[in-house]
């Protein structure tokens, strides 16, 4: 049975080694061995719903609740 804290893990973790952008939903299939494309959104949407995440209408994913701060260079 697929947990779906590991999905949220994978996403806190994608986002802060990616200067914050978010995976593709491709991306999110193949990291946590899914199937389908609907059945990923549907996963998406129940973190969405548990208010771990937020959703916009591009795909973009929030991590409720986080601040991603930008790199600083170091001298």
Known sequence: M???????????????????NSPTIREIMEENSL????HTSK????LQAQNLINLDERGRIYI???T?????DKE
């Open 68 to 72: 991603w701060l930008p790199p600083t």
């Open 2 to 20: 697929f947990n779906i804290m590991n999905l949220y893990n994978f996403l806190v973790k994608f986002k802060s080694t990616h200067d914050g």
């Open 64 to 66: 409720s609740k986080a």
């Open 43 to 46: 996963l998406l949407r129940r």
């Open 35 to 38: 199937k389908s494309t609907s």
